[in-house]
């Protein structure tokens, strides 16, 4: 029997395939996260234009681009015209920022004359603040007062002033990798944290957010009530996603009356609230809440499918929905925006919390001679100290009248214009990064070479290769048999780093007390040159050999222990990788010994391996 051949252009009928389909499918549930994730930052927009006093400011974390450019032009659009917008620039300076002396108007009065800073030309309006991961600390310390006092207090330069001042704040977040993050004193002064990165340019359509709508939710909001029940399940949701901060929920609050003015409601509804948790609480989660069951429930079987199943579920989706309690319906809203990776944030979010300095160079120095420009001080130039012009006239220029009238007693230099006195000199403040030395100390023994001691030259290869990008210098230490040896001292040599480490055997006892002995006194050597050492060991934590280089794993182990409490004494950074097939309590010992970051290397790869590396440092 013969069968009709396809027609022209049509593809022949063929068996699905289900990978194919299930790649469909996701693809298709990505392109409506993304799409649910931009309509989310442009509802964003429009709630900071209506109320940006009351909600604070927003988080916008993105790379400069098409996606962030429509993003703020939106939100300009949707601004009043009327209404000021300041941009901060970077190293802005105090006296710009807050106010202070208006030099060249205090020498002409010869008085102290202010002028407004920044904060207060920006009352009523939005400031926007550029490159926020990289702020200076004093500017973010003022920006915070300035959210919280709705005012700037000036107490320099001879004078004391208070100036009212209500704004919001745009913080653009361009980090390129999670160690750069807007301090947490301005994070926690924000309303919504957006994250615009993986948007691509397809998904951001054009907002429906008119401003004329933006005008009359303005004038609606003072009338907006909320009920008892919303914030009952406002606060609800925050205990469930671990939302400690009373602010937060707070920011909720606004965030919901916004969202109701903006819809025409004079009420708050369950929707506002729903759309309150995606933007405030979400992004804050610190823990993925679980559905309660009681012990005692027993699930019931299921019945056996039938034809008409689906469409008994479609009819009956809404009914549940409605019966559903008030915050089960937020939670789930909530807990539909948490990011998929918020275990992982959450662990190298601890990590940084555990380092003593920030960034990816070594600890900052104060000195006087080179460096970047941070402030002056009271001082006389010379021995390298360069005199700072501009700041001692600030400095002599309200005591100019004091003076005329001493110079006119005592009969003398009448013709001078701006009288400069010693203690007015002001000297430039320099600060640097001193350099990062990462000191791998590696377990050569017979255990680790028997376990992951080719894995563990792996990662330490990528560790080098990362060390070499920040143009660290590197040193290698190995320990095996009776003692320790250093294998190569600091350096930049990248060849030499991965020569050394082909290199080295493995077999023999652990001499873990040595390793880390040696490991304490190659870091006192780099502290003493001004450098920042950061160390990395690598083990099992198993001693069994002694410092004198004699079996026993019970004087292994003590003598480990307390070469390790010596090392927590210098206060040095450290991260203790485990070795060991499966994570086992001595390197984890160790490291508590230690004051180090313990990571088990068979739950690690080499980028979280890296990742760990630079929270320490």
């Given at each position: 029997?013969?069968?009709?051949?396809?027609?022209?252009?049509?593809?022949?009928?063929?068996?699905?395939?289900?990978?194919?389909?299930?790649?469909?499918?996701?693809?298709?549930?990505?392109?409506?996260?993304?799409?649910?994730?931009?309509?989310?930052?442009?509802?964003?927009?429009?709630?900071?234009?209506?109320?940006?006093v009351g909600i604070g400011g927003l988080n916008v974390r993105a790379l400069p681009?098409?996606?962030?450019?429509?993003?703020?032009?939106?939100?300009?659009?949707?601004?009043?015209?009327?209404?000021?917008?300041?941009?901060?620039?970077?190293?802005?300076?105090?006296?710009?920022?807050?106010?202070?002396?208006?030099?060249?108007?205090?020498?002409?009065?010869?008085?102290?004359?202010?002028?407004?800073?920044?904060?207060?030309?920006?009352?009523?309006g939005v400031v926007l603040l550029a490159m926020a991961e990289r702020v200076a600390r004093n500017t973010a310390a003022h920006l915070s007062a300035a959210l919280d006092n709705q005012e700037v207090m000036v107490e320099r330069d001879g004078i004391t002033a208070r100036t009212p001042t209500r704004f919001g704040v745009i913080a653009l977040d361009e980090g390129a990798n999670d160690e750069e993050q807007v301090p947490d004193t301005l994070k926690d002064r924000f309303a919504v944290l957006l994250d615009l990165n993986d948007i691509p340019y397809n998904a951001a359509l054009p907002a429906d957010h008119e401003p004329i709508t933006i005008r009359r939710a303005r004038e609606r909001l003072r009338g907006v009530q909320v009920p008892d029940d919303m914030l009952e399940a406002i606060c609800g949701t925050a205990l469930a996603l671990g939302v400690d901060s009373l602010r937060t929920s707070l920011f909720a609050q606004r965030v919901a009356r916004a969202a109701a003015a903006l819809d025409g409601r004079d009420a708050v509804a369950m929707d506002d609230v729903s759309a309150a948790a995606r933007l405030v609480l979400a992004p804050r989660a610190t823990r993925i809440p679980m559905p309660e069951q009681p012990e005692d429930q027993q699930q019931p079987e299921e019945p056996p499918p039938e034809?008409?199943?689906?469409?008994?579920?479609?009819?009956?989706?809404?009914?549940?929905?409605?019966?559903?309690?008030?915050?089960?319906?937020?939670?789930?809203?909530?807990?539909?925006?948490?990011?998929d990776n918020l275990l992982a944030m959450l662990k190298m979010g601890a990590m940084r919390s555990r380092s003593r300095s920030h960034g990816k160079s070594g600890a900052s120095q104060s000195g006087s001679l080179r460096g970047r420009p941070a402030g002056t001080r009271r001082g006389e130039p010379g021995a390298g100290a360069r005199l700072a012009v501009i700041d001692t006239l600030r400095a002599a220029a309200p005591w100019q009248r004091l003076r005329q009238q001493e110079r006119?007693?005592?009969?003398?230099?009448?013709?001078?214009?701006?009288?400069?006195?010693?203690?007015?000199?002001?000297?430039?403040?320099?600060?640097?990064?001193?350099?990062?030395?990462?000191?791998?100390?590696?377990?050569?023994?017979?255990?680790?070479?028997?376990?992951?001691?080719?894995?563990?030259?792996?990662?330490v290869e990528l560790l080098l290769a990362d060390c070499y990008v920040r143009r660290d210098r590197v040193a290698m230490v190995a320990f095996r048999g009776p003692g320790a040896e250093l294998l190569l001292p600091p350096t930049r040599s990248l060849v030499r780093a991965k020569r050394s480490l082909a290199g080295l055997p493995g077999g023999g006892g652990t001499p873990l007390a040595a390793g880390i002995d040696a490991?304490?006194?190659?870091?006192?050597?780099?502290?003493?040159?001004?450098?920042?050492?950061?160390?990395?060991?690598?083990?099992?934590?198993?001693?069994?050999?002694?410092?004198?280089?004699?079996?026993?794993?019970?004087?292994?182990?003590?003598?480990?222990?307390?070469?390790?409490?010596?090392?927590?004494?210098?206060?040095?950074?450290?991260?203790?990788?485990?070795?060991?097939?499966?994570?086992?309590?001595?390197?984890?010992?160790?490291?508590?010994?230690?004051?180090?970051?313990?990571?088990?290397?068979?739950?690690?790869?080499?980028?979280a391996l890296s990742g760990a590396v630079q929270a320490v440092a």
């Open positions: 029997m013969s069968t009709a051949a396809p027609a022209p252009g049509q593809m022949e009928p063929g068996p699905t395939d289900p990978q194919a389909a299930e790649a469909a499918r996701a693809a298709a549930a990505r392109q409506a996260q993304l799409a649910a994730r931009w309509s989310d930052a442009c509802l964003a927009a429009a709630l900071f234009a209506v109320d940006p681009g098409p996606v962030r450019d429509i993003w703020l032009e939106l939100l300009r659009e949707l601004l009043p015209a009327e209404e000021p917008l300041r941009r901060i620039p970077l190293h802005i300076a105090d006296g710009r920022l807050l106010g202070g002396l208006d030099l060249a108007a205090t020498l002409h009065a010869g008085r102290p004359v202010a002028e407004r800073g920044l904060l207060a030309e920006a009352d009523g034809e008409n199943q689906d469409d008994d579920e479609n009819s009956q989706s809404p009914e549940q929905d409605i019966d559903k309690p008030l915050e089960d319906v937020v939670l789930e809203a909530a807990q539909a925006a948490i990011p006119a007693a005592q009969g003398t230099g009448s013709d001078v214009l701006v009288e400069v006195r010693q203690d007015d000199f002001r000297v430039t403040r320099y600060k640097q990064r001193s350099e990062t030395t990462t000191i791998f100390v590696v377990d050569a023994s017979g255990s680790a070479a028997l376990h992951r001691l080719a894995e563990a030259k792996g990662a490991a304490l006194d190659l870091a006192d050597g780099v502290q003493r040159r001004g450098g920042t050492p950061v160390v990395v060991v690598l083990t099992d934590g198993r001693a069994n050999v002694t410092r004198e280089g004699i079996g026993g794993r019970a004087q292994a182990t003590d003598d480990a222990l307390a070469s390790a409490r010596a090392f927590r004494v210098a206060a040095l950074k450290a991260l203790v990788v485990d070795m060991s097939p499966r994570p086992r309590p001595d390197a984890e010992k160790l490291a508590h010994a230690m004051g180090a970051v313990y990571l088990p290397l068979p739950h690690a790869d080499a980028k």
